[in-house]
């Protein structure tokens, strides 16, 4: 089974909207982190924001906010007011296990945003 | 402010031919990480390494090899270069203390054919 799906392979999206895409992920631990990174045009990665399993209130950063819902497993991040610069893909990314076993990341296999001006 | 720097950013190679990814990180994070990227696809973890001299098998470490001699350079071998491993390679670090909040910091991408 694919521990994160992202079931949204691209959207558009009009200027100045909100968008949601979704995240959903799958794991046994009670202990895990979700993260999302944009990766425009350019191929860089950037994050965006982070989520923990025990963090009682949905993630903010800016116009960035994670709807969290644990019972679900699903982690959908919102882009409100949507910008040109919001094109890109978004990857959803989680971390299992405890500190020692590295830290790593599985990955979505994306979403592709497009703005409309 | 440089972060983790890769080189090169571009290489072709022909099938069977060796070579390395430089990766260097300047803020003395303990993990290091090698990712893959095929086209239209999520990153794929190669390799990761927890410190200077210890390194692991992430899900797709066949045809590579890595090395951890310093806390800063975390290199990557193509040993026998195979068109299956045309993609873009990312080399990532992140903070030890990380258990909650902090990201994995990423380099710029090694964009990498084999022909």
């Known amino acids: 089974a694919q521990k994160i799906t992202q079931t949204q392979p691209g959207m558009f999206v009009q200027e100045k909207e909100a968008v949601t895409l979704d995240c959903t992920y799958d794991?046994?631990?009670?202990?895990?982190?979700l993260f999302w990174y944009k990766q425009p045009s350019s191929g860089e990665m950037i994050f965006l924001i982070y989520?923990?399993?025990?963090?009682?209130q949905n993630a903010t950063e800016g116009r960035y906010s994670l709807n969290f819902q644990k019972a679900r497993k699903s982690a959908n991040l919102v882009i409100s007011a949507s910008q040109l610069g919001d094109s890109a893909m978004y990857f959803c990314?989680?971390?299992?296990?405890?500190?020692?076993?590295?830290?790593?990341?599985?990955f979505g296999g994306g979403t592709r945003v497009l703005v409309k001006p | 402010n440089a972060g983790v720097t890769q080189t090169p950013k571009f290489r072709i190679l022909k099938i069977g031919q060796s070579m390395t990814l430089q990766c260097t990180q300047d803020?003395?994070?303990?993990?290091m990480y090698w990712y893959r990227q095929d086209p239209g696809m999520g990153l794929k973890l190669i390799y990761y390494?927890?410190?200077?001299?210890?390194?692991d098998k992430g899900e797709v470490p066949n045809g590579y090899n890595v090395s951890r001699s310093t806390t800063e350079d975390f290199p990557l071998r193509l040993e026998l270069a195979a068109p299956s491993q045309t993609s873009v390679y990312f080399c990532?670090?992140?903070?030890?203390?990380?258990?909650?909040?902090?990201?994995?910091?990423f380099g710029d991408g090694t964009r990498l054919s084999i022909l």
């Open positions: 990532a670090s992140s903070d030890v203390r990380a258990y909650s909040n902090q990201p994995q910091h």
């Open positions: 803020m003395n994070h303990n993990y």
């Open positions: 390494s927890v410190g200077a001299g210890i390194t």
């Open positions: 990314a989680m971390r299992e296990g405890p500190r020692a076993a590295g830290n790593k990341l599985t």
């Open positions: 794991t046994s631990d009670q202990s895990y982190g």
């Open positions: 989520q923990g399993s025990y963090d009682e």
